[in-house]
């Protein structure tokens, strides 16, 4: 997988607002409902407060007739993004520490 280096990959919130549920008018009540979750965890996925975890994906990818692997692969890349961004952070202030 390849990361974007010059701005963090569309979260998979981000991905699940703008195709799926702005194109179908589908409101993140009735997604949760339809996923059989309550809307704080649509919500919260969609505003990038909460992760989606196997679970969720195998909920949205039944419901959205999508894979699980397409929502995982979207939270790895921020996972993986943030994860590198942070390093990077520790590194520089280490190197600045030791000056």
Known sequence: MRLPTHRSPTPPGEILLEEWLKPAKLTQLALA???GVD???VNGIVNGR???TAKTALLLA???KTSPEL???AQMAVDLWHAQ????????TRRKSAS
């Open 85 to 92: 961004a942070e390093l990077k952070d520790e590194r520089g």
């Open 50 to 52: 909460r992760s989606v």
């Open 62 to 64: 039944k419901v959205l």
């Open 33 to 35: 409902k339809k996923m």
């Open 71 to 73: 929502w995982l692969n």
């Open 39 to 41: 809307i704080q965890l």
